[in-house]
């Protein structure tokens, strides 16, 4: 009955216009997990990383009850490399380099004892191997799917098979006009879901997110934050936030998933406060409860 994540795990070259970052834990894999962790336990995760991943890395995975059983190290290979530097406004950045390396030829195995994962997380890979993935599990009762514009344009044929057998797609406003070649993101919700997936959330960054599904539309604002440092794995964390709220109380009601999109938009809030996963390395569920309070007293109104 545990929660499953399968994804990119690397290492980021990170700039912002206050500060810069290298070899900085990466990867959607690993934001997911870390946002997930604390909610839930134990947090399995399946990717690929050289033998040039630190073992602090690993160790402070542990530290947060994530089983990476799953996790292939490949002697002699290199991790996933990403460099990027971010403009001013933190809404837009200009990719630097992207080293495949041994993620190349990344092959999912599922371990025996995750194939009955009840819940899972397909991070941002390939459609087939996220196919893959799904055709090694045992019927799960949940799956959560990311994508991107790079295997919208091409891939869709294979995308659009992964859709059909998903329960949510998360997706940036832009992915999703992309998606459903609509520009008005109402219209192109409609389209999507006919695609298969019952329920949508569409990200629009600091404009927060829009949740779909059984008819209905949840508007969700973002938390408003003063410091942000860096945006990278937000997207993820929201993923590993949303997920694993539903993971923790297994109620599937679109009135709890509106509370998991909240959750999911705290567990992105912490994220961008620091550089790389650092956001997310050190809260207490007390800090993730009081965010809560505070979002619901911003958002609430007579």
Known sequence: MGLLI??????????TPFDKIEGALGGSTTYIALAASYFTGPVSIVGVVGDDFSKDH?????????????????????????GCRYHYDLNTRDSLFTDLNVFESFNPIIPDKNKKASFVILGNIAPKLQTSVLEQLDNPKFIVCDTMNFWINGALDDLKKVLGRVNVLIINDSEAR????????????KIISDMGPKYLIIKKGEHGALLFGENQVFSAPAYPMENIFDPTGAGDAFAGGFTGYLHKNMELSFENLKRAVIYGS?????????????????????EIKNRFVEFRELSSFD
């Open 6 to 15: 399968v994804g990119s795990i690397g290492l980021d070259d990170i700039e």
């Open 58 to 82: 690993i160790k402070m995975l542990e530290d947060h009850n994530i089983d990476h059983e799953g996790l292939q190290i490949v002697e002699g290979g290199k991790t996933f490399r990403y």
């Open 178 to 189: 992309l998606l459903s070649k609509e520009p008005n993101l109402i219209k192109a919700a």
């Open 266 to 286: 705290i567990m992105a809030s912490f994220c961008v406060e620091k550089f790389s996963t650092k956001g997310l390395e050190n809260l207490s569920y007390l």
